[in-house]
């Protein structure tokens, strides 16, 4: 807020205008298209790449109408709804205004647009006064390169609508809409970007040529996407710490997970995370880029410079920073909490700081304050003057100070009492290669590798999937892995029991109330026989996906760039990955009079469709081994 009041009145209303636009703008995208709310979401959240008018707020307001369109919420008699549209916008503007007479205008704007809209139910579809709103939001653009992208977007769409006249009939063309997604992706400016958004065209197209059928879900719990699931705890210029929702709000399926928080961190360069303790032990993992991280309990602070690949814990309560010293690379860190004292909640606590974060000294009285630090609480005042937010940039002269007394993982800068420390020291993850060849590797650090892990019984894991590649199927034999997709695209499909029964949506309502699915089958039905449902989920960067203990999984890569996923593997102990193809498959080991009884088939037969697959864990993808391609890592 205190950047907005430095802005020009006239470039500050034309932030709010776009942002509330969004409102009616998104509002209208889901009005005109009717289909699966799935891959509706995708095409809002692609156009809103696209146009790149104010992104965050425009996917924020595609997530709020696809949920309003899962829920029923988005029917005839009430998808147009201006006074709701209206009351929103109105809110909107109180949020982002710092002036009365910002709030006046951004007001009288949203009473314009009510009026435009009182006739819109008869003439809601008019292309051209579409591409009139269109463009004029495209005047919005700062750059003149994103307005021209923009409005040959608004063009493309006026386009498409003057030759959908007969759309009810044509409305789902596989191959056209494959077209125009291609299309869309052209307005990309970088090449990485550009690849990624055809790579998830050619994987839509894919996905319906294949059809789903009625034993594949893609509508449930296990996974959590990234625009979708996080909630944001802060978030500046300098960058933004998002915490997922609790796994045991989302089902009553995961309510094993209730005492587990995950978080994701990204920083941007030269900048400091100010001094925080929280009431959590947490096992972080550095995801992208190097930086300092210092931990500080009673009289002594320990600081390492960290990389990719690094994982490191804090216990709860002890007081920690993070530097990212680099000039041109963000620094990610993904976090796995486990609350001591409320579960599934953990906050942290700012001692520094000041209005921005919020020092909890403030919240003291004055005579305490003075008493502790003995000194005249006006002093006292003039310490705590922060007011730009957690994450703060600072010079480079700065950030060499503050790089002088770091050490790299492995070395430590108070050698007397090394035993101790050691439970904290940076651990790198390529030290443990576990399972290796030309379609992917598997790195784990196992609670004996590495003391800090011990403690909670967690393994952390690394799987890099070759483009093209494919991991498993398998299972674990008593984990449960939180798993989040640190770069590439790809997806998983895993076996799971509970999504059979037509009772899983009233089961996941259920919450503590539950006693879980075996409960709603019933005595009486034991010739019901089991039955499996293949959970698919598409994943891209920052998906979280879980898999419990027990339940077979593959994770496939896309076909051009390798896929990699980080775990935290909970209740690990004793935990075993178990193989269910290639060279290492457990099944081989049954005794084959067992094998013929269970699979009804010869055992030579058995044999020889068990043995034909020479690789162990790492496997060519479906769409490699059809290609009949070799593949090799790149990484």
């Given amino acids: 807020m205190a950047i907005m009041k430095r802005l020009p009145l006239f470039l500050l209303l034309s932030l709010l205008y776009v942002t509330v636009a969004l409102s009616y703008s998104i509002d209208e995208l889901f009005s005109n298209q009717r289909g699966d709310p799935e891959q509706e979401l995708q095409q809002c959240i692609q156009q809103c790449q696209v146009t790149r008018m104010a992104t965050q707020e425009c996917e924020r307001r595609c997530l709020q109408r696809y949920e309003e369109q899962r829920r029923g919420q988005g029917q005839d008699q009430q998808r147009h709804d201006p006074e709701r549209e209206y009351r929103e916008c109105r809110q909107q503007c109180r949020q982002a ?105 050619e994987e839509q197209r894919r996905g319906e040529g294949q059809g789903q059928d009625q034993q594949e879900r893609e509508d449930h719990p296990y996974h959590f996407r990234r625009l979708q699931h996080y909630e944001t705890r802060y978030r500046s210029e300098q960058g933004r710490f998002e915490v997922l929702q609790r796994f ?85 860190i993904v976090k796995l909490a486990v609350p001591v004292n409320t579960p599934g909640h953990f906050e942290d606590f700012f001692g520094a700081g000041g209005e921005n974060p919020e020092s909890f000294y403030k919240s003291f009285s004055q005579g305490i304050l003075e008493a502790a630090f003995n000194v005249d609480y006006g002093r006292l005042q003039k310490v705590f003057q922060q007011s730009q937010g957690p994450m703060v940039r600072v010079s480079r002269e700065q950030i060499q100070a503050l790089s002088r007394h770091s050490s790299n993982a492995n070395s430590w800068i108070f050698g007397s009492d090394r035993r101790g420390d050691e439970e904290e020291e940076p651990y ?25 892990l011990k403690k909670l019984g967690i393994t952390v894991s690394f799987k890099n999937i070759t483009n093209g590649g494919m991991v498993g199927p398998y299972y674990n034999s008593i984990a449960t892995t939180l798993a989040f997709v640190v770069d590439g695209t790809g997806y998983s499909e895993m076996v799971c029991p509970h999504l059979s029964s037509s009772s899983y949506e009233r089961e996941s309502q259920r919450g503590e109330r539950g006693e879980g699915q075996e409960g709603s089958r019933g005595e009486g039905q034991g010739q019901r026989g089991v039955s499996y449902t293949r959970a698919r989920s598409n994943l891209s960067i920052g998906d979280w996906f879980i898999i419990p203990a027990g339940h077979p999984v593959a994770i496939v890569s896309s076909a051009n760039q390798n896929l990699q996923v980080l775990c935290f593997e909970v209740n690990s102990w004793t935990n075993e990955k178990i193989p269910l193809a290639g060279k290492n498959n457990a099944l081989k080991q049954i005794e084959d009079v067992a094998a013929e009884v269970s699979f009804g088939s010869p055992v030579k037969e058995i044999k020889e469709i068990f043995n034909r697959q020479q690789n162990s864990f790492f496997y060519a993808g479906p769409e490699s081994r059809q290609r009949g391609q070799g593949l090799f890592s790149i990484i």
Avoid: M
Avoid at 277 to 290: L, M, R, T
């Fill in 428 to 452: 790198r993850i390529t030290k443990r290669k576990t399972e290796s060849n030309q379609y992917g590797q598997l790195y784990e650090v196992r609670p004996d590798d590495y003391n800090p």
């Fill in 97 to 201: 205004a710092s002036r009365p007479e910002e709030q006046q205008q951004c007001e009288q704007w949203c009473e314009e647009q009510r009026s435009k809209g009182q006739g819109k139910d008869q003439q809601r579809h008019d292309p051209e006064r579409e591409y009139r709103e269109c463009r004029q939001q495209c005047q919005q653009q700062t750059r003149p390169e994103q307005q021209r992208q923009c409005e040959q977007w608004c063009e493309e769409q006026r386009k498409g609508q003057g030759q959908g006249q007969g759309q009810d009939q044509q409305r789902h063309d596989p191959e056209r809409e494959y077209r125009e997604c291609r299309q869309q992706c052209q307005q990309q400016t970088r090449p990485e970007q550009q690849r990624r958004c055809e790579q998830w065209c």
């Fill in 248 to 332: 045991d709000r989302r089902s009553n399926l995961l309510k094993g997970l209730k005492d587990y928080r995950v978080a994701f961190l990204e920083a941007r360069p030269n900048t400091v995370v100010l001094p925080h303790h929280c009431d959590a032990e947490s096992i972080y993992f550095v995801a992208k880029g190097n930086g300092i991280v210092n931990l500080v309990r009673k009289e002594k602070r320990q600081s390492y410079n960290v990389r990719y690949g690094d994982i490191f814990k804090a216990q709860a309560g002890t007081i920690i920073y993070l530097v990212n010293n680099h000039e041109r690379e963000d620094l990610w």
